[in-house]
């Protein structure tokens, strides 16, 4: 008739635990509840169903504990990992140590805490022999942070536990950094949200308590951004980087780090993208490198084609930007300029491949697209690699295309590229070679060109003598480089008459006959060359004194030569002919 019924079980006395209460009885009108109590005596045992007490009552009699069990030895922290002990002392009714409990097992019992972080229990417990009224247990490991509680309970329950034992296990030494907040996709100049976390922890993966500098570093990202750290503060192991920009746009990886610990390992973050906002002007990007090469094309500091881009106010390219035209401008000699100097966006930017220079000097570089203009840059046209030598005769710092016999002439040499411009960085050794072999002509021998010294330039004072007439050339080449030559042409002119000579003259002839040959004198400078002396006149005499006849006395002709064509001598003998001018 008592079958599933809810009773409600009361013992008399202080100290009493009944478990369950109330208690639901089975089909068979029974049921099972534990009564404990940790104070000792008599137990009367009533039980109620629907308000009203059953007839039949109980007695049961709680007798004191043998002993009982008290904590000496135990921490009150330990760090994750590291090994601890706990050690239990048996006493008596009179507190003295109970040797009689030897052989017996004291049990610990794990209440509360992280139990798989427990090294060495089986279940819940672990067991430890008493000896000599001390039972201890032994290298007790816990690999995760936090509070736990413990019961040490007697084999076959003679004695009373010691209960409530605590112990707090922190985290150890940091050894590993990983985000608990990974960076998230946003645009440039725009804070990351939510907010980048990180955690520094230990071996076993508990959260350290460190206080000190936290840093972000780009491991991938732009150009710009590679390397550049961002900081925080690890407060209790976590550090969080509030209002964390990135100015350049691309794909990036950051890694943790800490500066005070240099064993721990950061984690790369997941890839995350930095987009540039909306474009508001226009930039060199790639910008041309501030020394160009006169002939070349216009290149950045990688020799890549420099571009105009549109782009925002971080300076990220705006890649969908589909503008009109970018027109270049040059404040430069329009003759000296190469290349298209007009190109469509792509992608946001303009690329411009082949503008260049032939002359050297400063460029002045602006780009504009409708109403946007970029700032102006000064580009450094620097001279090709000299491909020519360049030889000017000079005298009285003069240019000249002629000269006498025997004047001392100046000699410039330039290095000049293939563009006519002055290369200030050749070096090397020039040799003189001269058309002139007269032994009286005279050239320099080799001389150096040093870049700082010289730039690509060189005069020598009074280095050249021509003594032959006529179109003679100097000569010059480098002498590791014999193709790099050069030469100039001058025309060299008799110097002052010095001298009369004979180039052709009778050996033999007949009284009152036209001497054969006939008979020419030249007018000729101290170097041999014929002078033409136009208006003046030279004179042939016969010695010893004799009768003559015909044309004594004639003037030279352009080059210097006088010809007696009808010379007579009336009288035979042995004759010298002597002129006079």
């Known amino acids: 008739t008592l079958s599933r019924q809810l009773l409600t079980v009361v013992a008399s006395g202080e100290g009493n635990t009944i478990s369950p209460n109330p208690v639901t009885t089975g089909a068979d009108g029974k049921a099972m509840a534990l009564l404990t109590s940790n104070v000792a005596g008599t137990k009367t045992i009533e039980v109620f169903a629907s308000g009203k007490a059953l007839s039949q009552t109980a007695e049961v009699e709680f007798v004191p504990h043998l002993y009982r069990l008290r904590a000496v030895d135990i921490l009150a922290f330990a760090t994750a990992g590291t090994p601890w002990d706990i050690t239990i002392e048996v006493l008596d009714r009179a507190g003295e140590r109970a040797h009689q409990a030897d052989g017996t097992y004291v049990e610990l019992v794990h209440l509360t805490g992280p139990i798989d972080s427990i090294l060495g229990f089986v279940g819940l417990r672990q067991q430890a022999r008493i000896v000599d009224g001390m039972a201890t247990f032994h290298d007790l490991v816990a690999t995760r942070a936090g509070d736990y509680r413990f019961d040490i309970i007697s084999e076959n329950r003679v004695a009373a536990a010691a209960s409530d034992l605590q112990i707090t296990i922190v985290a150890g030494h940091p050894l590993h950094i990983e985000f608990v907040t990974q960076p998230t996709s946003t645009l440039a100049g725009m804070p990351l949200s939510p907010p980048v976390q990180l955690s520094a922890l230990d071996a076993f993966g508990n959260t350290t308590l460190i206080n000190a500098p936290a840093f972000l570093r780009v491991a991938q990202g732009p150009e710009e951004a590679l390397g550049s750290t961002l900081e925080s503060t690890f407060s209790q192991g976590l550090a969080v980087f509030e209002n964390l920009v990135f100015p350049h746009a691309g794909l990036y990886h950051i890694e943790p780090s800490s500066s005070l610990f240099s064993e721990v390992v950061g984690q790369v973050s997941d890839l995350f993208e930095i987009t540039a906002q909306p474009g508001t002007h226009l930039i060199f990007k790639p910008a041309p490198a501030s020394h160009q090469v006169a002939g070349q094309s216009f290149q950045d500091e990688l020799g890549r084609p420099f571009g105009v881009a549109f782009v925002d106010d971080y300076d990220n390219i705006d890649p969908t930007h589909t503008g009109p035209t970018v027109t270049l401008l040059m404040d430069f000699p329009a003759q000296a300029l190469l290349g298209h100097h007009q190109k469509a966006f792509n992608g946001g930017v303009a690329y ?86 007269h032994p009286e002509s005279r050239r320099p021998g080799g001389q150096t060109f040093t870049a700082a010294g010289n730039l690509g330039q060189r005069l020598f004072s009074c280095a050249v003598t021509f003594a032959n007439t006529g179109t003679q050339r100097l000569t010059v080449s480098d002498l590791r480089q014999p193709t790099l030559d050069g030469f100039e042409d001058i025309e060299v002119h008799a110097a002052l008459p010095q001298q009369l000579t004979f180039e052709s003259q009778p050996l033999l002839g007949l009284a009152g006959r036209t001497l054969s040959p006939h008979v020419v004198v030249a007018i000729r400078d101290v170097y041999g060359n014929p002078v033409s002396q136009v208006g003046s006149s030279v004179g042939l005499d016969a010695i010893p004194e004799t009768a003559v006849q015909g044309t004594w006395t004639a003037s030279p002709d352009s080059t210097g030569r006088v010809r007696f064509e009808d010379l007579k001598i009336l009288q035979s003998g042995v004759y010298r002919l002597r002129a006079t001018a």
């Open 352 to 437: 411009f491949d082949d503008v260049a220079s032939l002359r050297t000097g400063v460029v002045q570089l602006t780009a504009h697209s409708e109403s946007y203009q970029t700032s102006t840059l000064n580009l450094q046209v620097l001279p090709d690699s000299a491909s020519q030598l360049n030889v000017e005769l000079l005298h009285e710092d003069a240019p000249v295309l002629t000269v006498t016999a025997g004047d001392c002439l100046d000699v410039r040499v330039s290095a000049l590229d293939a563009h006519g411009n002055l290369d200030t960085e050749y070096s090397g050794v020039v040799v003189f070679d001269s058309s002139d072999h």
